[in-house]
């Protein structure tokens, strides 16, 4: 048993950093690392290693729906899907250049986001493409999957450029 | 059908004026500050309150877990019932609705339903990034990781689907600050022309700064009661007619390519070519309106509903939502605009508050903001709350209040009618 009257907190001389002092505003810091698994969608981040675009296709025959972005389940019946190999080539469904961003991508920017669609799936992929101005982009204009040599395991691992039949247009 | 339930009246709200920063106010003060203005317009107090519903998206702004409890423990109002709801954009459209379904299914007789979000507590650039944390983060978020990213490629494939223009988009951006010029509590009333919102500085192609709402701190209060505490409480209740809620897959990569769900002014041979939603359309905001529809017994929308408050979050998604709403067809949403339909003393003035975009839209208050305007506006008493009645539709009897979360991914449309 320890009763001690004289005892006294240790201070630290870390001090806070001070915005403002009436309101009193301070800098809080908060930063962490998160365990992240992609669980069911593993193999499509690890195919870009081999060059491959994975999607998903319902297994459900009277289904059959397919996914440019893999999902696990069908959204239309709720029946399983399987994996699928995509197609390289795909053509520009929608697309943007970003300006300004989040505070993690604002380095980057500007940047082109396209949506593409491939011939035969039913859904689409967002993806960053490079190779070509604002003012060159079009719906319709046919791009190519490039695929980074180094993975990140993100889905920026694979990204696209335009097909050189755009140079024909 | 389902049952009808019990009628359910606003009778009182309040707000405080958004702001980019108020940091002489928490959370819990702004909160208060708009309940206590609702409970005195009201002439109601604290013991007249039987629970609550609290509404705020992000816990990440404040880096404070169960702010809610915090809010009801500083209102005074434990240890009576509450809840907190979360649905992105529509956090505060949804818990409007959730203070309607407990009112309705007879548990409460009177609930306050308030909201707030406190988003100065980071800058900008690190409040974008925790509003795109409300896309798939194996998907979305690290390739695009920014919401007006999204919205621009909606915004792209709008106009090439039906030759909607950027300077119609600019017209929505003008309407809106330009009523905000009337309404002292918005963030920024501004007058504008064509000219300034396209030559704002580009944020995503084809959206430029003025086509983008801003970040903002505030609070709303809206309180709602059945029919006899209604009338006991207040001569001028607002009846909340009916609700209804949409909602879609979280990535806009997942959108099918189907066929138009209907409304009754609608024919299928109206859309003959269109693959809907796309990424173009929001199907959860047209699922919205035709169950609130339905259930308001609306079957011509354009010409039923006087006043509309909606989610203009970006100028093109307030285009898409007229279409959603059924003012007017798809493809038609630029040229409604254009054609000053939705002005103020145009066939169904919409956002005469200023919307999102002029207001601020500080998450979990904003569909809250909009309930309260649309109370005063069929309240007839905008004059009393606002100062000035620029922005008073003349004889609105009957409002429709629309909140959208993600990238069309939660919707809720509640139609609102004046008694008097």
Redesign the interface.
Same mark, same amino acid.
């Given at each position: 048993m320890t009763i001690n009257p004289n005892a006294k907190m240790e201070e630290s001389q870390d001090g806070t950093e001070v915005y403002?002092i009436d309101?009193l505003?301070v800098k !809080?810091h =908060?930063e962490i690392d998160y365990i992240?698994s @992609?669980a069911q969608?593993s193999r499509f981040f690890t195919s870009l290693g081999k060059k491959k675009l994975m999607g998903t296709r319902c297994k459900n025959p009277n289904c059959g729906y397919s =996914? #440019?972005?893999p &999902?696990m389940h069908c959204?239309?019946c709720g029946s399983e899907t399987e994996w699928i190999e995509l197609p390289g080539k795909g053509k520009i469904? !929608? @697309? +943007? +250049?970003? @300006? /300004?961003? *989040?505070? #993690? /991508?604002?380095k980057e920017t500007p940047f082109h $986001?396209v $949506?593409v669609e491939f011939e035969g799936i039913? !859904?689409? /992929?967002?993806? &960053?493409l490079i190779g070509a101005d604002?003012e060159d982009l079009y719906?319709g204009m046919p791009i190519v999957a490039k695929f980074k040599r180094l993975q990140s395991f *993100?889905?920026?691992d694979v990204y696209f450029v335009p097909s050189a039949e755009a140079l024909k247009k | 059908m389902r049952s009808q339930g019990r009628k359910v009246y606003m009778v009182s709200g309040g707000v405080t004026k958004f702001a980019k920063a108020t940091p002489d106010m928490d959370f819990r003060l702004r909160t208060k500050k708009a309940f206590d203005y609702a409970l005195n317009d009201a002439g109601i107090s604290l013991k007249d309150i039987d629970g609550s519903v609290a509404s705020y998206f992000a816990d990440h702004f404040q880096r404070q877990l169960m702010s809610g409890i915090m809010a009801q423990d500083y209102l005074g109002l434990t240890p009576k019932p509450s809840k907190r709801i979360e649905g992105g954009g529509a956090t505060g459209g949804l818990a409007f609705q959730t203070g309607f379904e407990e009112v309705s299914s007879g548990r409460m007789d009177t609930c306050a339903v308030y909201g707030f979000e406190s988003m100065s507590h980071v800058n900008t650039w690190k409040g974008n990034e925790f509003i795109a944390l409300a896309s798939d983060t194996n998907f979305d978020y690290p390739v695009g990781g920014f919401y007006t990213g999204y919205y621009a490629l909606m915004a792209v494939r709008h106009m090439h689907e039906f030759g909607t223009t950027v300077e119609q988009l600019a017209k929505v951006s003008i309407k809106n600050h330009g009523n905000a010029i009337h309404n002292p509590y918005s963030q920024s009333p501004m007058k504008l022309t064509v000219e300034d919102v396209r030559n704002s500085p580009m944020v995503s192609y084809p959206l430029t700064r003025l086509d983008v709402c801003t970040m903002s701190d505030g609070a709303a209060v809206a309180i709602l009661a059945d029919e006899e505490k209604a009338f006991e409480m207040s001569d001028n209740p607002v009846l909340v007619k009916s609700i209804g809620t949409g909602t879609d897959t979280m990535r806009l990569s997942d959108r099918p390519f189907l066929k138009v769900p209907l409304l009754p002014n609608e024919k299928e041979s109206d859309y003959r070519n269109l693959k809907y939603p796309g990424i173009h359309s929001f199907r959860a905001g047209r699922t919205a309106a035709k169950e609130a529809y339905e259930a308001a017994g609306i079957t011509d929308p354009l010409d039923e509903i006087d006043v509309v408050e909606l989610h203009d979050a970006y100028t093109s998604s307030e285009v898409q939502t007229y279409e959603d709403l059924g003012l007017c067809k798809y493809g038609e949403g630029g040229s409604f605009i254009e054609e000053g339909k939705s002005a103020l003393n145009g066939k169904v003035a919409v956002n005469p508050s200023g919307g999102l975009l002029a207001c601020g839209h500080p998450v979990g208050a904003t569909g809250i903001m909009q309930a309260v305007f649309m109370f005063w506006q069929l309240q007839h008493s905008l004059k009393k709350h606002f100062g000035n009645d620029k922005l008073q539709v003349n004889g609105a009897k009957r409002g429709l209040i629309h909140s959208h979360a993600g990238t069309g991914t939660y919707v809720t449309v509640s139609i609102m009618e004046a008694v008097k």
């Amino acid at each position: 048993m320890t009763i001690n009257p004289n005892a006294k907190m240790e201070e630290s001389q870390d001090g806070t950093e001070v915005y403002n002092i009436d309101p009193l505003i301070v800098k !809080s810091h =908060y930063e962490i690392d998160y365990i992240h698994s @992609y669980a069911q969608d593993s193999r499509f981040f690890t195919s870009l290693g081999k060059k491959k675009l994975m999607g998903t296709r319902c297994k459900n025959p009277n289904c059959g729906y397919s =996914y #440019a972005t893999p &999902r696990m389940h069908c959204m239309i019946c709720g029946s399983e899907t399987e994996w699928i190999e995509l197609p390289g080539k795909g053509k520009i469904h !929608s @697309y +943007t +250049t970003c @300006y /300004f961003g *989040s505070e #993690a /991508f604002l380095k980057e920017t500007p940047f082109h $986001l396209v $949506l593409v669609e491939f011939e035969g799936i039913d !859904s689409v /992929f967002l993806a &960053r493409l490079i190779g070509a101005d604002t003012e060159d982009l079009y719906i319709g204009m046919p791009i190519v999957a490039k695929f980074k040599r180094l993975q990140s395991f *993100s889905p920026t691992d694979v990204y696209f450029v335009p097909s050189a039949e755009a140079l024909k247009k | 059908m389902r049952s009808q339930g019990r009628k359910v009246y606003m009778v009182s709200g309040g707000v405080t004026k958004f702001a980019k920063a108020t940091p002489d106010m928490d959370f819990r003060l702004r909160t208060k500050k708009a309940f206590d203005y609702a409970l005195n317009d009201a002439g109601i107090s604290l013991k007249d309150i039987d629970g609550s519903v609290a509404s705020y998206f992000a816990d990440h702004f404040q880096r404070q877990l169960m702010s809610g409890i915090m809010a009801q423990d500083y209102l005074g109002l434990t240890p009576k019932p509450s809840k907190r709801i979360e649905g992105g954009g529509a956090t505060g459209g949804l818990a409007f609705q959730t203070g309607f379904e407990e009112v309705s299914s007879g548990r409460m007789d009177t609930c306050a339903v308030y909201g707030f979000e406190s988003m100065s507590h980071v800058n900008t650039w690190k409040g974008n990034e925790f509003i795109a944390l409300a896309s798939d983060t194996n998907f979305d978020y690290p390739v695009g990781g920014f919401y007006t990213g999204y919205y621009a490629l909606m915004a792209v494939r709008h106009m090439h689907e039906f030759g909607t223009t950027v300077e119609q988009l600019a017209k929505v951006s003008i309407k809106n600050h330009g009523n905000a010029i009337h309404n002292p509590y918005s963030q920024s009333p501004m007058k504008l022309t064509v000219e300034d919102v396209r030559n704002s500085p580009m944020v995503s192609y084809p959206l430029t700064r003025l086509d983008v709402c801003t970040m903002s701190d505030g609070a709303a209060v809206a309180i709602l009661a059945d029919e006899e505490k209604a009338f006991e409480m207040s001569d001028n209740p607002v009846l909340v007619k009916s609700i209804g809620t949409g909602t879609d897959t979280m990535r806009l990569s997942d959108r099918p390519f189907l066929k138009v769900p209907l409304l009754p002014n609608e024919k299928e041979s109206d859309y003959r070519n269109l693959k809907y939603p796309g990424i173009h359309s929001f199907r959860a905001g047209r699922t919205a309106a035709k169950e609130a529809y339905e259930a308001a017994g609306i079957t011509d929308p354009l010409d039923e509903i006087d006043v509309v408050e909606l989610h203009d979050a970006y100028t093109s998604s307030e285009v898409q939502t007229y279409e959603d709403l059924g003012l007017c067809k798809y493809g038609e949403g630029g040229s409604f605009i254009e054609e000053g339909k939705s002005a103020l003393n145009g066939k169904v003035a919409v956002n005469p508050s200023g919307g999102l975009l002029a207001c601020g839209h500080p998450v979990g208050a904003t569909g809250i903001m909009q309930a309260v305007f649309m109370f005063w506006q069929l309240q007839h008493s905008l004059k009393k709350h606002f100062g000035n009645d620029k922005l008073q539709v003349n004889g609105a009897k009957r409002g429709l209040i629309h909140s959208h979360a993600g990238t069309g991914t939660y919707v809720t449309v509640s139609i609102m009618e004046a008694v008097k």
